[in-house]
């Protein structure tokens, strides 16, 4: 969550000290990525709720999948987004951290539909997208 904010600060600075294009191109995206990154930090939040417990109960493992396929989704419409060219580095440092996040989320759909619960597995890859062990800057 540290680095989301640190992000964050950085596409906010990178707003006020490059004039090259439109506020609005740098207020539009700022506004858009933001959204993604309350996005991310929501799933994680509600990941952290629904896994803690029993591994079979197919109600958990359904509003799991579901999640997880909202949060592809999200995923999917921030990269189609267009970065103001002053804003390149840090969408590419998020981009890169959207293809963690995508491979984890993959690998644990992938676990739990090959035995319909939630293996230790599915969670590590799970916690992994609550606590990457990586820094995106």
Not at 68 to 78: G, P, R, V
């Amino acid at each position: 969550m540290k680095n989301f904010f640190i992000l964050f600060v950085l596409i906010l600075f990178s707003i006020l000290t490059i004039g090259c294009q439109s506020e609005d191109d740098y207020k539009d995206y700022f506004v858009s990525a933001e959204e993604y990154l309350h996005e991310i930090d929501n799933f994680k939040k509600d990941i952290t709720k629904i896994v803690q417990n029993n591994k079979r109960d197919l109600s958990k493992i359904n509003r799991i999948e579901g999640r997880i396929e909202q949060m592809k989704t999200k995923i999917e419409l921030f990269k189609s987004l267009n970065p103001p060219e002053g804003l390149k580095n840090e969408h590419d440092a998020l981009l890169t951290y959207n293809r963690s996040i995508e491979s984890l989320l993959n690998k644990s759909l992938l676990e739990m539909k090959s035995g319909k619960f939630i293996s230790e597995l599915s969670k590590d890859y799970l916690w992994g997208i609550i606590s990457p062990p990586f820094k995106i800057i």
